[in-house]
């Protein structure tokens, strides 16, 4: 999951729509979308993504892959977030 605050530092309210840049195999599973966001207001947001397993079950951990969540509002960007992710095998039990 990857919490969001989207911010409209405008006089009106604006649409914004939200995605994610993905590694294969990886996918969106809730959060990709519009979100109102009120004048001078602060929305809260997330996107939630499913992870494959890892390819090789012996290895600890996979090199990181890049996500990139993005933005816009009236068909120009609003923003950009790039995250770092490892896979790696769960260090607590369920």
Same mark, same amino acid.
């Given at each position: 999951?990857? $919490?969001?605050?989207?911010?409209? /530092? +405008?006089?009106?309210?604006? %649409? ?6 993905? $590694?294969?195999?990886?996918?969106? &599973? ?7 966001? *009120?004048? @001078?207001? +602060? ?8 992870? /494959? *397993?890892? *390819?090789? /079950? @012996?290895?600890? @951990? %996979?090199? *990181?892959?890049?996500? +990139?969540?993005?933005?816009? =509002?009236?068909? &120009? =960007? ?7 992710? %490892? ?5 607590? $039990? %369920?």
């Amino acid at each position: 999951m990857i $919490p969001l605050w989207v911010h409209n /530092p +405008t006089d009106a309210s604006h %649409e914004v729509t939200l995605w994610a840049d993905l $590694p294969a195999g990886w996918t969106v &599973s809730n959060g990709a979308g519009k979100v109102v966001v *009120a004048a @001078k207001q +602060t929305a809260a947001a997330r996107i939630e993504i499913n992870l /494959p *397993a890892l *390819a090789d /079950p @012996k290895k600890s @951990k %996979e090199d *990181a892959r890049e996500v +990139t969540v993005r933005a816009e =509002s009236n068909r &120009s =960007s609003v923003g950009v977030v790039k995250l770092r992710v %490892e896979l790696r095998k769960r260090a607590l $039990p %369920e």
